[in-house]
């Protein structure tokens, strides 16, 4: 959810990740830093995407990091 979902909004005080304003995760905060970067990088590397169709991105160091976190999820 925190990879696709809507706007992540990290309240710090109360170490609390609200996604899309009405989903609560507590939960540390430094997760939910990590997940607005990664974001951030997901988006950009999908507009290099979109101005260069043929552009390979299974290389990609961000697609591996999420294919990762994946493989992790469905571990534990």
Not at 14 to 42: C, N, S, Y
Not at 49 to 60: F, H, S, T, V
Request: charged letters at 30%; glycine letters at 6%.
């Amino acid at each position: 959810m925190l990879l696709f979902g809507g706007d992540i909004d990290v309240q710090h005080r109360e170490r609390l990740i609200t996604l899309d304003g009405w989903i609560l995760f507590q939960a540390p905060v430094r997760i939910g830093v990590i997940f607005k970067h990664l974001r951030k990088l997901m988006d950009s590397l999908l507009e290099k995407k979109l101005a260069n169709p043929k552009m390979n991105l299974e290389e990609e160091k961000t697609i591996q990091l999420i294919l990762e976190l994946i493989k992790m999820e469905n571990s534990v």
